[in-house]
């Protein structure tokens, strides 16, 4: 009974669609919110209420706004956009075709921020009062996920540049590292301001979540990490040797068919001769036999 309701309490459910995209949404959510709301009733009054009814309305339309501007710009790239889920710890568009397109990953990255950022410009002049808390809100979830600390939106940037000149599960080890420092002075800072039991839940969200995406780059590339970290770093700085001019180019496509798109690879589950055809001195294959359509 009880594994039941967790199940129906974590299982996103759909709320809808916003540009296309599906909004799907954990009840746990709107279970915590209504909790919330209704013990600030009681101890706030009416007013309590509304005030906390408010700032709620307004960071749920500020994490909204940074979830489409990852979704869009995945979308813009030519990635694929499965949706938008809202959970009770964090919100997150679920994307897929990103893996082995740094630049990619850093564009979609930074627009989240960017959108809160400028949410932000436009708060500070509006004249409403509920304006200057919606202008803090979208600061501090433009300027927070901008810190380095894997995988927020500032790490996926770092996590990027390293992949330009590294494989990634190297990348990925190597942002954690940077991260790993973020996260001890977060708990340092939520010692001094006597909030270190929030401080820990967040600083053990990100550890655990950084781990997980260091198991999905395994499972995706079934390679371990080896590049130690200073070498990381350092290879990232280093310029792309140019190709040979005797090298040979991409492979020329078929008469008649358009050439494939690179991402196509990343969904391709053949083996590497049969996307890129077969090389040219290998024999060619015997016509298949042909099938009865019925």
């Keep these: 009974m009880l594994s039941t309701v967790l199940g129906w309490l974590f299982r996103p459910i759909r709320a809808g669609r916003l540009f296309g995209i599906p909004l799907l949404v954990m009840p746990s959510v709107l ?14 009054g009416a007013h309590g209420f509304a005030a906390l009814a408010l700032l709620f309305a307004i960071l749920a339309v500020s994490l909204l706004a940074h979830e489409l501007g990852h979704a869009l710009a995945a979308r813009r790239l030519g990635l694929r956009v499965h949706g938008i889920t809202i959970s009770p710890l964090i919100s997150a568009a679920l994307l897929e075709g990103m893996a082995g397109r740094p630049r990619a990953e850093a564009l979609v990255a930074l627009a989240g921020p960017a959108v809160n950022l400028a949410l932000a410009g436009v708060c500070a002049l509006l004249p409403w009062p509920w304006a200057r808390s919606a202008l803090w809100i979208n600061l501090v979830l433009g300027l927070g996920n901008l810190v380095p600390a894997f ?25 954690i590292v940077i991260a790993n420092v973020f996260l001890v002075g977060l708990l340092a800072y ?50 792309a040797a140019p190709a040979p001019a005797d090298a040979p180019g991409p492979p020329a496509a078929e008469p008649g068919k358009p050439p494939r798109a690179p991402q196509e690879l990343e969904r391709f589950r053949g ?21 009865d359509p019925s």
């Design 31 to 44: 279970l915590l919110t209504g909790f919330i709301l209704v013990w600030a009733g009681q101890r706030g």
């Design 151 to 175: 995988p927020t939106d500032g790490g996926r940037v770092v996590r990027a540049w390293f992949a330009r000149r590294s494989p990634l599960p190297d990348a990925t080890r190597a942002a």
């Design 190 to 239: 939520a010692w001094q301001v006597d909030a270190f039991a929030l401080g820990l839940v967040l600083a053990a969200y990100l550890f655990f979540a950084a781990r997980r995406e260091l198991a999905q780059d395994f499972l995706r590339t079934w390679r371990l990490p080896s590049l130690a970290f200073a070498a990381v770093v350092r290879r990232s700085f280093q310029r």
């Design 271 to 291: 083996s590497m001769d049969e996307f890129f055809g077969r090389r040219p001195d290998t024999p060619a294959p015997e016509p298949p036999a042909s099938r």
